[in-house]
């Protein structure tokens, strides 16, 4: 009896020794397996891909394309990009599409520091993202971990004298060199002695010079005559696959169309973000090249991407783009035939629907907005609520909290300021 029980506890105790050997030697080997995979993936900053998206679409072909929609749109300020983001939510919710939004109840990604992906909300590298199209400062590096390999990189620039006037206006109250200007057109005596007023390193001062360049991830006083200048402009040109034009809006959205395999109906839009017209300071050539001076980097930066939109549209087809373009103009008609009660925009104060009321600026009620029509067809109903709605509530309607833009809203109104 004794001689059997000892018997059984060998047998049990070198199954166990096996057992455990085989058990450390799995261990052994897993985290072998791990140590080599993280090795091999240490340098891959890319997430995998979680869209379903063929090769880009090339300009002017006869093959068939497939939709592109892993997007980078770099929204720089004063440039029409709000109206661009409306396109972009759309077409987001429409394919249930993965946007990266702002962390810590804002709409841009803690601007104007550089873009870190520290400021995703919810971000993690496991997480594939389709979208990012809020404010942000450039910063590649940053973002080429964020979106898979075959992404779209794009833009918008808009007239360096023109941008400069609504961005005075716009952001001037919230910029302290302006509030020591004295005069009713601060903007034209600032414009008659910059250096009198402004200081490169002051809070909110890179709205007042260089804009564009600076949202680029630029040095906003670099000298104009650097020789760098054009590599930077090289490097801009080979990560952005189009740089669309202010002026040439509907031509612009043509080409995007094209490049991403998107349908016509897909670039519908209603301008956003739009000043009231009496608010608009028309400027005398003086003041123009006065603005185009100060704003010299920028002047150069819309000078060589205006050649290569140009040379975008040849490629494209001058025709084709005159039929696309009056098209597009004649669906845009339509809709706000649709959509839209008087079939325009109404000053902020005359706007119903607080769903549809723009963010406005420090000081001001200049931004218009729009009244939707009553009784609208039931098939263009949920297009023209998409196409109607500013930018803040439309994040809200995606489930971003804003609660930090709604807090200086509260403040705001509560100073009249």
Avoid at 252 to 277: G, Q
Avoid at 324 to 330: H, I, T
Avoid at 334 to 345: F, Q, R, V
Wanted: charged residues 20%; positive net charge; aromatic residues 16%.
């Amino acid at each position: 009896m004794m001689f059997g029980m000892a018997r059984f506890l060998r047998f049990w105790t070198c199954r166990w020794k096996l057992m455990h050997h085989g058990l450390l030697l799995a261990v052994f080997l897993v985290t072998i397996f791990m140590l080599i995979y993280s090795i091999s993936t240490a340098n891959d900053l890319f997430p995998k891909t979680c869209s379903r998206q063929g090769k880009p679409s090339p300009l002017q072909t006869a093959l068939p394309c497939y939709p592109r929609w892993d997007l980078m749109f770099l929204k720089i300020h004063k440039t029409g990009s709000s109206t661009v983001l409306n396109i972009l939510f759309r077409y987001g919710e429409k394919h249930q599409l993965k946007f990266a939004f702002p962390a810590g109840g804002r709409n841009d990604f803690a601007y104007p520091a550089p873009f870190s992906r520290r400021t995703v909300s919810g971000y993690s590298p496991a997480i594939c993202y389709n979208i990012v199209a809020n404010h942000m400062r450039f910063e590649p590096v940053a973002l080429a971990g964020l979106l898979p390999r075959e992404r779209f990189y794009f833009t918008i620039l808009r007239q360096p004298a023109s941008l400069f006037e609504s961005s005075f206006h716009y952001y001037g109250p919230a910029v302290p060199l302006t509030w020591r200007i004295a005069g009713r057109d601060k903007m034209e005596s600032f414009l008659r002695d910059p250096w009198a007023y402004y200081t490169p390193r002051a809070f909110n001062g890179h709205y007042l010079r260089n804009l564009q360049f600076f949202d680029l991830g630029q040095d906003k006083d670099m000298d104009p005559h650097d020789p760098r200048l054009g590599d930077i402009f090289q490097d801009l040109e080979a990560r952005f696959s189009l740089v669309m034009l202010t002026e040439y809006f509907d031509e612009s959205l043509i080409l995007l169309k094209e490049l991403l395999c998107w349908e016509l109906e897909d670039v519908l839009y209603f301008r956003l973000n739009s000043r009231v017209a009496s608010e608009v300071t028309p400027l005398d050539p003086m003041l123009e090249d006065q603005a185009r001076s100060w704003n010299q980097l920028d002047s150069l930066l819309y000078a060589h991407f205006n050649h290569t939109f140009w040379r975008k549209v040849e490629i494209f087809g001058r025709r084709r783009m005159i039929w696309e373009v009056a098209e597009l103009r004649w669906l845009n008609a339509k809709m706000a035939e649709a959509c839209i009660e008087g079939g325009g925009p109404v000053e902020a104060s005359q706007v119903r629907e607080p769903a549809f009321r723009s963010w406005q600026p420090a000081g001001k009620r200049s931004i218009v907005g729009y009244n939707r029509k009553a009784g609208i067809e039931e098939p263009y109903q949920d297009l023209c609520e998409a196409m109607l709605t500013p930018e803040m509530q439309y994040m809200g309607r995606m489930g971003v909290s804003l609660w930090k833009m709604r807090l200086w809203a509260f403040f705001r109104d509560l100073v009249s300021w």
